[in-house]
C-alpha cells in the first residue's frame, strides 16, 4: 500500500491553462485535440495507472555520480547497451539496432513524425497512437476489434493500403483489454502492407506470448516499442524502439538531442543490468493475477476478461461510475472506462495487500453494501 498515507494530490489536479482568444492562432487539429487524461486522484491503492507495485529507490553512490551540470549522454550509449544485454536475443545484441526515447510515448511520437499517416490501430486501444497522429496533423483510423477482442487483420490490411504509406500501432497485450492479438494475424498485415507495422510490447514482460523481437530479422518493415514505466520505473520516463538498424537511423533524425535526462539514463541502466530483482517484480505480479482473475470470477455481477498484461479489464452489472466512487471511498483508485466500453473497469495488479483491499471492496461494492 505504498507507504500508507494518502497521495497529496497536487500534481496535475487542476488543468493548465484554460479559454482564451489565442484559440483562433492555434492549428486546426491541435485546437479539437484533448490532453491526455492523467488525473492525479488523492487514493491509498492506485490501481489506474498500470504501474508496478514495486519501488525501488536508487542509492546515493549513483545519484552523487551524476554531473549536474553536463549534459546527459545523448547517445544513451550505457543505457542502449544495458537494454541490449537483457533484452535482445545474442545474434541481434547490438546498440544500432536500439534507440531510447522519454517514455515509449516519445517514440510514438518519432515514429509517426517520421513516416507520417494514416496511422492505423485497433479499437479500443492506447490513445496515444491518435493523439499524437492528430498533434501531428496526420490522418487516423480506428479498426475496431472482433467481438473476443482480436484484431481484425483485413480491415487493418485495406485501411493501411489506402495511403501510399503509414504506419501501424498494434499493442500487444492490448491495453485496455488486456488480451494479446494473433500472431498469425499480425504477421499477415506485416508481410501483406510492407507498411511500418509497430508491435508495441508495453504488457509484454506479462505475457505468456513470444516477444515479436525474434520477427524482427525477417521483416524490414517491423519495429517493437518496449517501456520500463511497467517494470517498476515509471518516474523515470524511459522506453525503447528496437528495430533494423536502417530504420533506427531515421527516426534518429527527429529524435530532440537529450531526449533522456542522466538520472533516468543512469538509474534505468543499473537496473537493467541487474535483472533479477525487475524479473522478481513481475513474477509476482502474474502470480496475483491469476488470484485477481480468480477472486472476480466469483463475485456475482462481474466478469472479467483473461489478461495476458499487469491489469484486468472487468465489466460490472452496476452503474461503472458507482462502482468507481465506493471503490474510491475504500480508497482503492481504478480506472474507469465507460462510456468508450460500456460497463467496464480496469484495475491494475498491485502488491498482494492492495489486491486484498480491491477485492475485498469489490465484494462490498457489488453485493450492495
Ligand atoms: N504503450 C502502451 C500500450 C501503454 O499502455 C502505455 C502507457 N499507458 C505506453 C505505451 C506509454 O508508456 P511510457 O510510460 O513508456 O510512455
Known sequence: MGNNKMYAGTKGSSSIGGPSSIGRLVRPNVRALTPYDAKEIPCLVKLDANESPYARPAGPRLLRAIETNRYPDPLAVDLRRAFAKWMLPARMRSIDRVLHGNGSDELI???ICTFG???????????MYGKIA???????????LAADFDIDDARMIRQLRAGKAGIAFIS??????????SEEKILRIIDKTGRIVVVDEAYQPFSREKSFLRH????????VLMTM?????????????????ELITEVNKVRLPFNVNSYSQAIAADALRNPRRLENGIRKVVS???RVLGALSRMEGVSPYPSDA????????????????FALKDGVLLRNLSPAMDGCLRVTIGTRKENSVFIASMKKIMAGR
Open 109 to 111: 511520437y518519432n515514429l
Open 117 to 127: 499517416g494514416p496511422v492505423v490501430y485497433p479499437t479500443p486501444t492506447f490513445s
Open 134 to 144: 492528430q498533434a501531428l496533423g496526420m490522418e487516423s483510423t480506428g479498426v475496431p
Open 172 to 181: 500487444r497485450p492490448n491495453n485496455p483489454t488486456g488480451n494479446s492479438f
Open 216 to 223: 524482427l530479422g525477417r521483416y524490414e518493415n517491423l519495429a
Open 229 to 245: 514505466s511497467k517494470i517498476g520505473f515509471a518516474a523515470l520516463r524511459v522506453g525503447f524502439l528496437v528495430a533494423r538498424p
Open 288 to 290: 496475483e493475477r491469476k
Open 310 to 325: 499487469n491489469f484486468i479489464l472487468f465489466r460490472v452489472s452496476l452503474d461503472p461510475e458507482r462502482v468507481f466512487s
